[in-house]
């Protein structure tokens, strides 16, 4: 682009200024190429010329479009030049606050000189993981991306941290060790990173200081190596320091400090254990008072010593050699106190004797007082012939002690940072490390002297491997892409390194000057002036010959060669070191004694002096200079650099004043040169800056595309040809594999084109919008117009009209008016002449009317006589009639009385009554003769059986004879007569069984009596109730406010206890797994060839708790029964389990009632087995006795069970009304008849099963006819003496039945000679059991009709909600636009489809689950058949006869279980085993939840049964252990966390169901509580697995959130579940560095989809394993506070993310979380009201931010962030154009002041560790354990059920 193109009217620009350094302003003019002046306008509307020329002063700088203002990278800029940079690092640190911004690979880090809240532990989490790119700069992100890439790339790594004094470089440093201790903890709990933290205390006490710059600066570089393992947990460090600051020892500038230790050590001087080092106040110490003020403000000397010594001690520093370090710090004070007099010659000095400093100083040290005092003063002289002892003077005494202090406190300060490498140190075998590197930054003072030359020529090392390191990663990114790449230019600042290491460089000459025995400074300086004066980066000044300037890389420096060569040389006085090499206290003597000295000799305490000694060669590190030691030690820290990976921090100091969020451009700029900050933006912007990836590109600008070009696939080929259409010169562009990379301003030229775009568009919109404004104006002008017109020439028609109207009323009221007038006369005339003519008719009427009035008057005086007169007649005659009447009538009554008298006396009159009654007397008489026939029949019927019967008693007489006679007689009878006997007693049990039969029907009768009673009691008392809470509902209105807080304290109070007690039991959970680790370790160290035990003798010695024996208890109930809580829920299922109670009661009975009948079954059939084994059966006669009398019983049995069938039929009728009266709802009622069909399904079975009894015995009587048969046909064959031997068990058993018929017979006969209508007592006794049967079947059918009638209600109701939604779906939809009801029927659509997709899968997986179900009862009954089959087999063989062998096969019976398992002792490793740690949840997902958990308290039932305390502590204890060796195997496998946390909180609630408190016994049912805990009491224990629980629980949450987390971020912040929505933006640096990893498709490949996916998977599986819904409920909740925590830290995090589109991505986002919720039935677990903070973060996003309205709005809609929150989130804002705008810096105070009332927490980040408080609810089970089956499949056949 040319100069033409660029420098156009309205281009903003970048101009000198001598204070602000750059200042905008605006081109007012377009600019040819070659005017000598631009025209501008400042930002105070100020016009300015602005001379422009070729040479003196170019075209000033371009500035960025606002978009790019505030960017996280300043490589992202599109100009990249010193103003743009400066000016972006003053918007974000001022406006935004901000104080991290990254400059490609740099790291730039601005000094608040504030504590900001953004270094916390959430933070650090927040970080940890994510891509250095997809984060805000920080501290942190570098110290991940140094640890990822030490992780990803095998290679070690480094942190430069640099800076000038007071920018913050210790900070720095310290937040990222921290970041790496807290990531990177150890794995084997040695608290390496605590110990790695605690070492910045105690380098910041001895090795920190107040300057005028800063008050706690660093005087010494450090370089701390962190040490990793293989899998990259800490497991050491070590530290290297270089050049310690030691004449800040003696000496401090004014309002300096000395190193803060000796302040301490002064401020705590009171304590006991310091009183022996006789300190005072800091004032009174010459080493601590040189700079006059002692204190800094905010600091307390004596706290901060405190922290220093528990730091000694976490390190391992015992606490006498704190005491001896602290002891050597307070001489060094004493030491400065030391007066030394001066002579009168001035030659010497002395010391008094009393000094008190002196003996302080000589007694801490533990050294002679007297020879100190000598060699303070005097010093020896060593030739080569002799030695001499010489005075100094004053001065020359005062700067040896100088000197010796400073050595001393060297030596002190070495001997401290070694003792902490050896507390560092570990006996792992470092894998890698990372180095971070505190050191001093480039320096220029006033004065500049031998400290800053070397820190400066340290800065010169380090900026040359910047610079390389730099322009390497820039030539890699373009190998990498593929473009040709021309050598970047950089700046090479070897020759001034050259300059002073070099040989006879500046190192070189000043070491020579110092072996010249009579070096002066000025002497050096002349050599350096003689040898430097041509090199470039050498000057001498003009007005000195004592000093040399330096051109370093960051600017001129003049150094003032005074102290030079004294400094370098560090010189002390060797007797000085050898009197404190014979201290008495060996750590005072190690300091001083060197690594080649031998041991001293305690013996020799005075060395005698030869006359001539051999002068004894210095040690060698003393020959060393200082120099020479940081030249030494600064290569080998540039070799270790060179080999680790570095990351660049620098640290920039704002203001020299030391203000809050002030910012000195000036002062700034000269640190951005100086730190190598406008480098890497020099390097960056030679090459090519700019970089965008082809789909970002293509999104960016794709309005400046054609049509043609935007219907192509290959976007790629599209962004070509855009750029070789807009952009004509090809070298500014280049293409490679993934990005476009441009040329510094060709995305502001691309930018600025796309402005136009957008600026030409908006004008052609305005002017069509104009356009239609005025047409609209135009239209409406016109309209009023003709209104006008329209009502003007109406008013002049109306006038008219008017005029008419009064002419023609005028006529009318003249017309009127004389019509009045001539009327009125004429109606006086009238008027008059009708007056005269009224009164005279009126007087001749008045006269004719008394004319009349006379005669009628006497009309009705004759009228009154003549009716007197006739009714006086009339009453004389009607009397005399009445008495004539009387008379008659009283002589005819007399008659008739005499003749009905007559006819009753006659027969006559009796035949006509009668004539009815003999018809039914023939009636009568017919049915009787009818009933006598059947009586007849019936007669002969019983005379044939009694002449059967007699005939068989006679032939059984005849044969007991014939026994008679054959064994004597008298043994016979006395059998006969127990044979009599046995039979009465049988009679007798059955009269007992029939009276307990009737007991039994009165009491059911009674108890529905009762029931219906208690139902009408209940009525009442609920109306009761009801009044009472309608006047208590009343009265508590007033308090209910209290009782509400009352209640909200106390339950906060109780969750606030709950999560202490749950922390702890984190604690816990954490130390024993540190236990465990260090176990696992020391048996690693002890390990050694040999017998290893395996897990079966093992077993008995891995017990970790030694609770006593306890016992529990379980509760059970049928299988239907859970299934059925499980489909109708546990609330409802609760509320009618009273019901249940009592139904089962009497369900168990009718159990009862079988297993009788079943014995009695049984009994027969051993009968038959017997009798078909002995054979011996004589005569068919006994078999029909025998069968006839189990017809007998048998119906008698059948008979009382119908009608205890019947009673339960009414006593179920009973309670469903009972229950459809009480119930307030339908599914109360639903749940109740779904007992009831449970209870029918049970009976139906009862019936069955006796079906199968029925026919079984039919069998068994037909095979023993059989058997029978074939055995008289052998017996007639048999010897005579075979048969008596074995005939009287048979012949007593045929007795038995004899007796029994001929009593049946006998009792028949009796009643019917008794009641001669016998006849219609049967009929009336089949009539009544015809009603039974009908009265049943017709309440069956009604029960029917109800369920289909309740059925039906039900799908009316579903029916009409789904209309109602329905219609409020269509009332939606209307009320949309089309495009909107379009893609809102789509979605509806999408979402039915998937609902009934989860559907279909629910069902699939049901019917799977009970395929597999009933295919598992298949093999079992299959097993029992081929059981059955085989005893068959076996005992078939087992018989003689043949023809045995074809009988029915018998089924085996059920026993009655208790509901317990027993196994022996020995199998308790194998049970374990078998149970818990071999087993995998889905062997067991096809049968009942929880079952390890029912199987193991079986087993403790039965340990509690037998009362083996041994055995159920033995037990419990294994069980706790191997679960959690489980838990530990399986420590990321959500799956088997969750199964074992279903079965664990099972076992608890069996363990409170069963244990027999009638807290936990309310809901159980009479057979659980029969099954309750008998002996022990197994409260600790529930205690123990309760919090087992709580730890699993916890795990839960960490395996749940560990596999969510890397998904959050990208799906609910960064995928596009709207697409098309999100903008691109410029990337810098960070965001396509290599940095990225981007081997694993990163965390852009979740989505949404996946995320709830995920959740889902989750919910199934916890669902599938049974676990409590309330705990489910809370996981989710959990979840979703992990879900927000992690999305809100990162939107907080993130500028690229502050947006309006994010906003509305986020809040469609949420809404399908909130969705989900409620499609699981989990929107009540209180998880929604967790996604509240990021749903307001969403709206913050998307509201207005102008006004003072709409921060009112934002202050009231925000109320679950925090001020911080809602501040952070509007300085992040950012918008995508140029069309939307910034929140105002104006906007943002307004919301901080209406939120200041506010008391929100200091944090800004949620913490992402927060886990809310769990409760476990007692639920108990609703299954019976002795219905429980054991899989064959888990391998637990040593278990026998009990």
């Not at 090795?207 to 990793?228: E, H, L, M, P």
């Not at 050595?407 to 890698?432: C, G, P």
């Not at 050598?487 to 070897?494: A, E, G, P, T, V």
């Not at 006379?854 to 005086?861: C, E, P, W």
């Given at each position: 682009?040319?100069?033409?193109?660029?420098?156009?009217?309205?281009?903003?620009?970048?101009?000198?200024?001598?204070?602000?350094?750059?200042?905008?302003?605006?081109?007012?003019?377009?600019?040819?190429?070659?005017?000598?002046?631009?025209?501008?306008?400042?930002?105070?509307?100020?016009?300015?010329?602005?001379?422009?020329?070729?040479?003196?002063?170019?075209?000033?700088?371009?500035?960025?479009?606002?978009?790019?203002?505030?960017?996280?990278?300043?490589?992202?800029?599109?100009?990249?030049?010193?103003?743009?940079?400066?000016?972006?690092?003053?918007?974000?640190?001022?406006?935004?606050?901000?104080?991290?911004?990254?400059?490609?690979?740099?790291?730039?880090?601005?000094?608040?000189?504030?504590?900001?809240?953004?270094?916390?532990?959430?933070?650090?989490?927040?970080?940890?993981?994510?891509?250095?790119?997809?984060?805000?700069?920080?501290?942190?992100?570098?110290?991940?991306?140094?640890?990822?890439?030490?992780?990803?790339?095998?290679?070690?790594?480094?942190?430069?941290?640099?800076?000038?004094?007071?920018?913050?470089?210790?900070?720095?440093?310290?937040?990222?060790?921290?970041?790496?201790?807290?990531?990177?903890?150890?794995?084997?709990?040695?608290?390496?990173?605590?110990?790695?933290?605690?070492?910045?205390?105690?380098?910041?006490?001895?090795?920190?200081?107040?300057?005028?710059?800063?008050?706690?600066?660093?005087?010494?570089?450090?370089?701390?190596?962190?040490?990793?393992?293989?899998?990259?947990?800490?497991?050491?460090?070590?530290?290297?320091?270089?050049?310690?600051?030691?004449?800040?020892?003696?000496?401090?500038?004014?309002?300096?400090?000395?190193?803060?230790?000796?302040?301490?050590?002064?401020?705590?001087?009171?304590?006991?254990?310091?009183?022996?080092?006789?300190?005072?106040?800091?004032?009174?110490?010459?080493?601590?008072?040189?700079?006059?003020?002692?204190?800094?403000?905010?600091?307390?000397?004596?706290?901060?010593?405190?922290?220093?010594?528990?730091?000694?001690?976490?390190?391992?520093?015992?606490?006498?050699?704190?005491?001896?370090?602290f002891r050597i710090m307070a001489s060094i004070l004493h030491l400065g106190n030391i007066e030394i007099c001066s002579e009168r010659d001035g030659e010497s000095c002395r010391i008094s004797r009393d000094d008190l400093h002196l003996q302080h100083f000589c007694r801490l040290l533990g050294v002679e007082l007297q020879q100190m005092e000598h060699w303070l003063c005097h010093r020896k002289l060593v030739t080569a012939s002799e030695t001499y002892v010489k005075t100094t003077s004053s001065k020359q005494a005062a700067n040896a002690r100088d000197a010796l202090a400073k050595h001393i406190y060297a030596r002190m300060f070495d001997w401290i940072v070694e003792h902490i490498n050896k507390a560092l140190q570990t006996s792992y075998k470092q894998h890698s490390f990372i180095g971070v590197l505190d050191i001093y930054g480039f320096e220029t003072f006033e004065v500049n002297s031998f400290e800053q030359f070397c820190i400066n020529y340290a800065n010169e090392k380090l900026q040359q491997q910047f610079n390389s390191h730099v322009f390497k990663l820039e030539q890699e990114e373009y190998m990498k892409e593929q473009i040709p790449w021309t050598l970047i230019d950089f700046y090479d600042n070897q020759p001034c390194i050259d300059l002073i290491e070099a040989r006879l460089g500046v190192l070189d000459l000043l070491d020579e000057e110092c072996k010249v025995p009579k070096g002066t400074d000025q002497n050096w300086a002349q050599k350096l002036y003689k040898q430097h004066s041509s090199s470039a980066h050498f000057q001498k000044p003009r007005m000195s010959n004592t000093s040399f300037i330096i051109i370093h890389f960051a600017d001129k420096v003049e150094y003032q060669c005074d102290g030079f060569l004294e400094k370098n040389r560090d010189t002390v006085y060797e007797e000085q070191i050898n009197i404190l090499k014979a201290s008495q206290f060996q750590l005072v003597a190690d300091l001083f004694h060197e690594k080649d000295d031998p041991p001293p000799q305690k013996s020799s305490r005075v060395n005698v002096r030869p006359a001539k000694s051999t002068p004894r060669a210095p040690n060698k590190d003393h020959r060393k200079?200082?120099?020479?030691?940081?030249?030494?030690?600064?290569?080998?820290?540039?070799?270790?650099?060179?080999?680790?990976?570095?990351?660049?921090?620098?640290?920039?100091?704002?203001?020299?004043?030391?203000?809050?969020?002030?910012?000195?451009?000036?002062?700034?700029?000269?640190?951005?040169?100086?730190?190598?900050?406008?480098?890497?933006?020099?390097?960056?912007?030679?090459?090519?800056?700019?970089?965008?990836?082809?789909?970002?590109?293509?999104?960016?600008?794709?309005?400046?595309?054609?049509?043609?070009?935007?219907?192509?696939?290959?976007?790629?080929?599209?962004?070509?040809?855009?750029?070789?259409?807009?952009?004509?010169?090809?070298?500014?562009?280049?293409?490679?594999?993934?990005?476009?990379?441009?040329?510094?301003?060709?995305?502001?030229?691309?930018?600025?084109?796309?402005?136009?775009?957008?600026?030409?568009?908006?004008?052609?919109?305005?002017?069509?919008?104009?356009?239609?404004?005025?047409?609209?104006?135009?239209?409406?002008?016109?309209?009023?117009?003709?209104?006008?017109?329209?009502?003007?020439?109406?008013?002049?028609?109306?006038?008219?009209?008017?005029?008419?109207?009064?002419?023609?009323?005028?006529?009318?009221?003249?017309?009127?008016?004389?019509?009045?007038?001539?009327?009125?006369?004429?109606?006086?005339?009238?008027?008059?002449?009708?007056?005269?003519?009224?009164?005279?008719?009126?007087?001749?009427?008045?006269?004719?009317?008394?004319?009349?009035?006379?005669?009628?008057?006497?009309?009705?005086?004759?009228?009154?006589?003549?009716?007197?007169?006739?009714?006086?007649?009339?009453?004389?005659?009607?009397?005399?009639?009445?008495?004539?009447?009387?008379?008659?009538?009283?002589?005819?009554?007399?008659?008739?009385?005499?003749?009905?008298?007559?006819?009753?006396?006659?027969?006559?009159?009796?035949?006509?009554?009668?004539?009815?009654?003999?018809?039914?007397?023939?009636?009568?008489?017919?049915?009787?003769?009818?009933?006598?026939?059947?009586?007849?029949?019936?007669?002969?019927?019983?005379?044939?059986?009694?002449?059967?019967?007699?005939?068989?008693?006679?032939?059984?007489?005849?044969?007991?004879?014939?026994?008679?006679?054959?064994?004597?007689?008298?043994?016979?009878?006395?059998?006969?007569?127990?044979?009599?006997?046995?039979?009465?007693?049988?009679?007798?049990?059955?009269?007992?069984?029939?009276?307990?039969?009737?007991?039994?029907?009165?009491?059911?009768?009674?108890?529905?009596?009762?029931?219906?009673?208690?139902?009408?009691?209940?009525?009442?008392?609920?109306?009761?109730?009801?009044?009472?809470?309608?006047?208590?509902?009343?009265?508590?209105?007033?308090?209910?406010?209290?009782?509400?807080?009352?209640?909200?304290?106390?339950?906060?109070?109780?969750?606030?206890?709950?999560?202490?007690?749950?922390?702890?039991?984190?604690?816990?959970?954490?130390?024993?797994?540190?236990?465990?680790?260090?176990?696992?370790?020391?048996?690693?160290?002890?390990?050694?060839?040999?017998?290893?035990?395996?897990?079966?003798?093992?077993?008995?010695?891995?017990?970790?708790?030694?609770?006593?024996?306890?016992?529990?208890?379980?509760?059970?109930?049928?299988?239907?029964?859970?299934?059925?809580?499980?489909?109708?829920?546990?609330?409802?299922?609760?509320?009618?389990?009273?019901?249940?109670?009592?139904?089962?009661?009497?369900?168990?009975?009718?159990?009862?009632?079988?297993?009788?009948?079943?014995?009695?079954?049984?009994?027969?059939?051993?009968?038959?087995?017997?009798?078909?084994?002995?054979?011996?059966?004589?005569?068919?006669?006994?078999?029909?006795?025998?069968?006839?009398?189990?017809?007998?019983?048998?119906?008698?049995?059948?008979?009382?069970?119908?009608?205890?069938?019947?009673?339960?039929?009414?006593?179920?009728?009973?309670?469903?009304?009972?229950?459809?009266?009480?119930?307030?709802?339908?599914?109360?009622?639903?749940?109740?008849?779904?007992?009831?069909?449970?209870?029918?399904?049970?009976?139906?079975?009862?019936?069955?099963?006796?079906?199968?009894?029925?026919?079984?015995?039919?069998?068994?009587?037909?095979?023993?006819?059989?058997?029978?048969?074939?055995?008289?046909?052998?017996?007639?064959?048999?010897?005579?003496?075979?048969?008596?031997?074995?005939?009287?068990?048979?012949?007593?058993?045929?007795?038995?039945?004899?007796?029994?018929?001929?009593?049946?017979?006998?009792?028949?006969?009796?009643?019917?000679?008794?009641?001669?209508?016998?006849?219609?007592?049967?009929?009336?006794?089949?009539?009544?059991?015809?009603?039974?049967?009908?009265?049943?079947?017709?309440?069956?059918?009604?029960?029917?009709?109800?369920?289909?009638?309740?059925?039906?209600?039900?799908?009316?109701?579903?029916?009409?909600?789904?209309?109602?939604?329905?219609?409020?779906?269509?009332?939606?939809?209307?009320?949309?636009?089309?495009?909107?009801?379009?893609?809102?029927?789509?979605?509806?659509?999408?979402?039915?489809?998937?609902?009934?997709?989860?559907?279909?899968?629910?069902?699939?997986?049901?019917?799977?689950?009970?395929?597999?179900?009933?295919?598992?009862?298949?093999?079992?009954?299959?097993?029992?058949?081929?059981?059955?089959?085989?005893?068959?087999?076996?005992?078939?063989?087992?018989?003689?006869?043949?023809?045995?062998?074809?009988?029915?096969?018998?089924?085996?019976?059920?026993?009655?279980?208790?509901?317990?398992?027993?196994?022996?002792?020995?199998?308790?490793?194998?049970?374990?085993?078998?149970?818990?740690?071999?087993?995998?949840?889905?062997?067991?997902?096809?049968?009942?939840?929880?079952?390890?958990?029912?199987?193991?308290?079986?087993?403790?039932?039965?340990?509690?049964?037998?009362?083996?305390?041994?055995?159920?502590?033995?037990?419990?204890?294994?069980?706790?252990?191997?679960?959690?060796?489980?838990?530990?195997?399986?420590?990321?496998?959500?799956?088997?966390?969750?199964?074992?946390?279903?079965?664990?909180?099972?076992?608890?609630?069996?363990?409170?169901?069963?244990?027999?408190?009638?807290?936990?016994?309310?809901?159980?049912?009479?057979?659980?509580?029969?099954?309750?805990?008998?002996?022990?009491?197994?409260?600790?224990?529930?205690?123990?697995?309760?919090?087992?629980?709580?730890?699993?629980?916890?795990?839960?949450?960490?395996?749940?959130?560990?596999?969510?987390?890397?998904?959050?971020?990208?799906?609910?912040?960064?995928?596009?579940?709207?697409?098309?929505?999100?903008?691109?933006?410029?990337?810098?640096?960070?965001?396509?560095?290599?940095?990225?990893?981007?081997?694993?498709?990163?965390?852009?490949?979740?989505?949404?989809?996946?995320?709830?996916?995920?959740?889902?998977?989750?919910?199934?599986?916890?669902?599938?394993?049974?676990?409590?819904?309330?705990?489910?409920?809370?996981?989710?909740?959990?979840?979703?506070?992990?879900?927000?925590?992690?999305?809100?830290?990162?939107?907080?995090?993130?500028?690229?993310?502050?947006?309006?589109?994010?906003?509305?991505?986020?809040?469609?986002?949420?809404?399908?979380?909130?969705?989900?919720?409620?499609?699981?039935?989990?929107?009540?677990?209180?998880?929604?009201?967790?996604?509240?903070?990021?749903?307001?973060?969403?709206?913050?996003?998307?509201?207005?931010?102008?006004?003072?309205?709409?921060?009112?709005?934002?202050?009231?809609?925000?109320?679950?962030?925090?001020?911080?929150?809602?501040?952070?989130?509007?300085?992040?804002?950012?918008?995508?154009?140029?069309?939307?705008?910034?929140?105002?810096?104006?906007?943002?105070?307004?919301?901080?002041?209406?939120?200041?009332?506010?008391?929100?927490?200091?944090?800004?980040?949620?913490?992402?560790?927060?886990?809310?408080?769990?409760?476990?609810?007692?639920?108990?089970?609703?299954?019976?354990?002795?219905?429980?089956?054991?899989?064959?499949?888990?391998?637990?056949?040593?278990?026998?059920?009990?």
């Amino acid at each position: 682009m040319s100069v033409n193109e660029l420098f156009t009217k309205f281009t903003r620009v970048w101009i000198p200024d001598p204070e602000d350094v750059w200042r905008a302003a605006e081109i007012t003019r377009d600019y040819k190429e070659g005017e000598s002046v631009l025209h501008l306008r400042l930002e105070d509307e100020t016009p300015l010329e602005y001379p422009v020329g070729p040479k003196s002063n170019p075209l000033p700088f371009l500035r960025n479009p606002d978009i790019l203002v505030g960017e996280n990278d300043l490589t992202a800029l599109s100009y990249l030049h010193e103003p743009a940079v400066l000016h972006n690092l003053r918007v974000r640190f001022l406006e935004s606050n901000h104080i991290y911004t990254y400059c490609g690979i740099v790291l730039v880090a601005i000094n608040p000189y504030e504590q900001l809240q953004i270094y916390g532990e959430e933070v650090i989490n927040a970080y940890s993981g994510q891509n250095m790119g997809d984060m805000d700069p920080h501290i942190f992100a570098v110290a991940e991306e140094a640890y990822k890439q030490m992780a990803r790339d095998e290679r070690n790594q480094s942190i430069i941290v640099s800076g000038e004094s007071g920018a913050g470089k210790t900070v720095s440093a310290k937040y990222a060790m921290r970041f790496f201790a807290t990531v990177g903890g150890s794995a084997n709990d040695t608290n390496v990173e605590e110990k790695v933290l605690a070492s910045s205390p105690i380098m910041e006490a001895i090795g920190n200081a107040k300057t005028t710059r800063n008050d706690n600066s660093s005087r010494f570089g450090k370089y701390i190596q962190i040490g990793f393992s293989r899998h990259y947990h800490i497991i050491g460090a070590n530290m290297r320091t270089y050049l310690l600051e030691k004449s800040r020892v003696v000496f401090q500038a004014e309002d300096e400090r000395n190193y803060h230790i000796f302040y301490q050590l002064c401020a705590s001087a009171s304590l006991p254990e310091l009183k022996d080092l006789s300190l005072t106040s800091a004032e009174d110490f010459t080493y601590t008072s040189l700079g006059e003020n002692i204190f800094i403000e905010g600091v307390n000397d004596a706290e901060d010593f405190k922290k220093t010594r528990e730091a000694f001690s976490l390190l391992g520093i015992k606490d006498s050699s704190q005491t001896n370090i602290f002891r050597i710090m307070a001489s060094i004070l004493h030491l400065g106190n030391i007066e030394i007099c001066s002579e009168r010659d001035g030659e010497s000095c002395r010391i008094s004797r009393d000094d008190l400093h002196l003996q302080h100083f000589c007694r801490l040290l533990g050294v002679e007082l007297q020879q100190m005092e000598h060699w303070l003063c005097h010093r020896k002289l060593v030739t080569a012939s002799e030695t001499y002892v010489k005075t100094t003077s004053s001065k020359q005494a005062a700067n040896a002690r100088d000197a010796l202090a400073k050595h001393i406190y060297a030596r002190m300060f070495d001997w401290i940072v070694e003792h902490i490498n050896k507390a560092l140190q570990t006996s792992y075998k470092q894998h890698s490390f990372i180095g971070v590197l505190d050191i001093y930054g480039f320096e220029t003072f006033e004065v500049n002297s031998f400290e800053q030359f070397c820190i400066n020529y340290a800065n010169e090392k380090l900026q040359q491997q910047f610079n390389s390191h730099v322009f390497k990663l820039e030539q890699e990114e373009y190998m990498k892409e593929q473009i040709p790449w021309t050598l970047i230019d950089f700046y090479d600042n070897q020759p001034c390194i050259d300059l002073i290491e070099a040989r006879l460089g500046v190192l070189d000459l000043l070491d020579e000057e110092c072996k010249v025995p009579k070096g002066t400074d000025q002497n050096w300086a002349q050599k350096l002036y003689k040898q430097h004066s041509s090199s470039a980066h050498f000057q001498k000044p003009r007005m000195s010959n004592t000093s040399f300037i330096i051109i370093h890389f960051a600017d001129k420096v003049e150094y003032q060669c005074d102290g030079f060569l004294e400094k370098n040389r560090d010189t002390v006085y060797e007797e000085q070191i050898n009197i404190l090499k014979a201290s008495q206290f060996q750590l005072v003597a190690d300091l001083f004694h060197e690594k080649d000295d031998p041991p001293p000799q305690k013996s020799s305490r005075v060395n005698v002096r030869p006359a001539k000694s051999t002068p004894r060669a210095p040690n060698k590190d003393h020959r060393k200079t200082v120099g020479h030691q940081f030249r030494s030690s600064l290569h080998l820290l540039m070799e270790t650099l060179n080999a680790t990976t570095p990351h660049y921090v620098r640290c920039i100091k704002p203001n020299d004043y030391k203000e809050a969020f002030s910012f000195d451009s000036r002062r700034a700029v000269q640190q951005l040169r100086a730190c190598g900050v406008l480098e890497t933006i020099r390097i960056s912007a030679a090459g090519y800056p700019s970089r965008w990836t082809y789909p970002d590109f293509f999104s960016r600008y794709r309005v400046l595309m054609r049509k043609s070009d935007m219907t192509s696939a290959d976007k790629k080929l599209v962004c070509k040809h855009l750029l070789e259409t807009l952009i004509k010169e090809p070298d500014m562009f280049q293409f490679g594999k993934t990005k476009i990379f441009f040329r510094a301003g060709q995305v502001a030229y691309l930018e600025k084109l796309r402005a136009d775009k957008f600026r030409a568009a908006c004008i052609k919109i305005q002017k069509t919008v104009r356009g239609w404004l005025q047409r609209v104006r135009y239209r409406k002008i016109r309209k009023s117009a003709i209104t006008l017109q329209r009502y003007g020439r109406g008013y002049l028609a109306r006038r008219y009209a008017e005029y008419l109207r009064l002419t023609r009323a005028a006529l009318i009221c003249q017309k009127q008016y004389r019509m009045v007038r001539e009327r009125r006369a004429y109606l006086r005339v009238r008027q008059a002449v009708v007056t005269i003519q009224a009164y005279t008719r009126g007087m001749f009427t008045r006269r004719i009317y008394w004319e009349f009035l006379l005669h009628h008057k006497a009309m009705i005086i004759q009228r009154s006589v003549r009716r007197w007169l006739r009714r006086k007649k009339f009453r004389r005659a009607r009397d005399a009639a009445i008495i004539i009447q009387c008379a008659y009538r009283r002589m005819r009554a007399k008659h008739q009385l005499k003749q009905l008298k007559i006819e009753a006396r006659s027969a006559q009159h009796l035949k006509k009554l009668n004539t009815g009654m003999e018809n039914k007397i023939v009636q009568l008489q017919r049915k009787m003769d009818d009933q006598s026939k059947e009586y007849r029949t019936q007669n002969e019927q019983l005379q044939m059986v009694n002449v059967n019967l007699g005939s068989e008693v006679n032939k059984l007489q005849k044969e007991l004879e014939q026994l008679r006679g054959q064994q004597g007689g008298g043994g016979q009878l006395e059998e006969v007569q127990k044979l009599m006997e046995e039979l009465q007693e049988a009679q007798a049990e059955r009269k007992r069984l029939e009276e307990e039969h009737s007991t039994e029907k009165l009491g059911l009768r009674q108890r529905v009596e009762e029931l219906e009673a208690e139902n009408s009691l209940l009525k009442s008392e609920k109306e009761e109730l009801n009044q009472r809470i309608l006047q208590l509902s009343k009265s508590s209105t007033d308090d209910g406010s209290s009782v509400s807080q009352r209640e909200a304290s106390l339950q906060t109070e109780l969750d606030a206890e709950r999560q202490r007690y749950q922390n702890l039991l984190k604690e816990f959970s954490r130390l024993e797994q540190r236990y465990d680790n260090l176990k696992e370790e020391q048996a690693l160290t002890k390990f050694h060839p040999g017998h290893r035990r395996n897990p079966s003798n093992q077993s008995s010695l891995e017990s970790d708790s030694n609770y006593p024996s306890i016992s529990m208890s379980e509760v059970g109930d049928t299988e239907d029964a859970t299934q059925l809580v499980e489909e109708m829920g546990v609330e409802k299922a609760a509320m009618d389990i009273s019901v249940f109670m009592k139904l089962q009661k009497r369900v168990r009975e009718l159990e009862q009632e079988k297993k009788r009948l079943q014995v009695n079954v049984d009994k027969m059939e051993e009968l038959a087995k017997r009798r078909g084994s002995e054979g011996k059966s004589p005569t068919s006669e006994r078999e029909t006795a025998d069968l006839t009398y189990n017809n007998l019983k048998s119906q008698e049995l059948e008979s009382e069970n119908k009608r205890l069938k019947n009673d339960l039929n009414e006593l179920r009728k009973t309670i469903s009304e009972r229950a459809s009266q009480n119930s307030s709802s339908n599914e109360l009622q639903d749940s109740y008849n779904l007992l009831l069909s449970q209870l029918k399904a049970a009976n139906e079975e009862l019936d069955a099963r006796k079906e199968e009894v029925l026919i079984l015995r039919t069998q068994i009587v037909s095979t023993a006819q059989l058997q029978e048969k074939n055995e008289q046909i052998e017996n007639s064959n048999n010897v005579p003496e075979e048969n008596n031997s074995e005939e009287p068990v048979d012949k007593e058993e045929a007795l038995r039945v004899c007796h029994g018929l001929c009593e049946s017979k006998n009792e028949q006969q009796d009643w019917c000679f008794l009641n001669e209508d016998g006849e219609l007592g049967l009929a009336y006794q089949g009539l009544k059991q015809v009603a039974r049967l009908l009265e049943a079947q017709l309440q069956s059918q009604s029960r029917q009709h109800k369920d289909e009638l309740e059925a039906l209600h039900t799908q009316i109701e579903l029916l009409k909600d789904d209309i109602e939604k329905k219609q409020e779906i269509l009332n939606y939809t209307m009320s949309l636009s089309p495009e909107a009801q379009v893609e809102y029927s789509v979605q509806q659509e999408i979402t039915r489809l998937t609902n009934d997709n989860l559907d279909l899968k629910e069902l699939v997986e049901k019917l799977e689950k009970n395929e597999r179900k009933l295919k598992k009862q298949l093999r079992i009954y299959m097993k029992k058949v081929q059981e059955l089959e085989a005893s068959q087999a076996a005992a078939q063989t087992s018989r003689s006869r043949p023809e045995l062998s074809r009988q029915v096969t018998v089924q085996r019976k059920e026993r009655d279980f208790e509901g317990m398992l027993e196994y022996y002792k020995e199998d308790e490793a194998l049970l374990v085993k078998s149970l818990i740690t071999d087993i995998k949840p889905n062997t067991v997902s096809a049968t009942v939840p929880c079952l390890p958990a029912y199987i193991l308290f079986m087993c403790i039932r039965h340990a509690d049964y037998i009362n083996d305390d041994q055995k159920v502590e033995s037990l419990l204890t294994s069980t706790i252990n191997a679960i959690k060796k489980v838990l530990k195997k399986n420590n990321d496998d959500f799956e088997m966390t969750s199964f074992w946390l279903a079965n664990t909180s099972r076992l608890l609630h069996c363990l409170k169901q069963y244990s027999g408190d009638e807290v936990f016994m309310t809901q159980n049912t009479a057979k659980q509580n029969e099954h309750c805990l008998k002996n022990f009491d197994l409260a600790e224990y529930r205690q123990v697995l309760s919090d087992l629980s709580i730890q699993i629980y916890q795990q839960l949450i960490k395996v749940a959130e560990a596999t969510i987390q890397p998904m959050i971020v990208s799906a609910m912040l960064e995928s596009e579940s709207i697409p098309s929505l999100a903008g691109v933006k410029p990337m810098g640096y960070r965001n396509r560095s290599s940095s990225m990893d981007t081997d694993g498709g990163g965390p852009s490949s979740y989505t949404l989809e996946a995320l709830i996916r995920q959740l889902g998977q989750f919910h199934a599986i916890m669902r599938d394993h049974g676990l409590d819904p309330e705990i489910v409920g809370q996981v989710v909740r959990q979840l979703f506070h992990c879900i927000n925590a992690v999305t809100l830290n990162n939107l907080l995090l993130r500028k690229d993310v502050c947006s309006w589109s994010t906003g509305m991505q986020l809040r469609y986002n949420t809404s399908q979380m909130e969705e989900w919720l409620r499609g699981n039935n989990l929107y009540q677990s209180k998880a929604a009201a967790t996604l509240e903070p990021i749903i307001q973060a969403a709206q913050l996003l998307q509201v207005k931010k102008k006004t003072s309205q709409d921060a009112e709005a934002i202050c009231s809609l925000c109320t679950a962030l925090t001020t911080q929150q809602i501040v952070k989130i509007l300085n992040l804002y950012t918008p995508l154009n140029e069309f939307e705008e910034r929140v105002t810096v104006a906007f943002i105070r307004n919301i901080q002041n209406r939120l200041q009332e506010r008391n929100d927490p200091p944090q800004l980040l949620v913490d992402t560790k927060h886990t809310f408080p769990v409760l476990f609810p007692y639920t108990p089970s609703a299954l019976s354990l002795e219905t429980l089956h054991i899989p064959a499949s888990l391998g637990l056949d040593f278990l026998v059920r009990v």
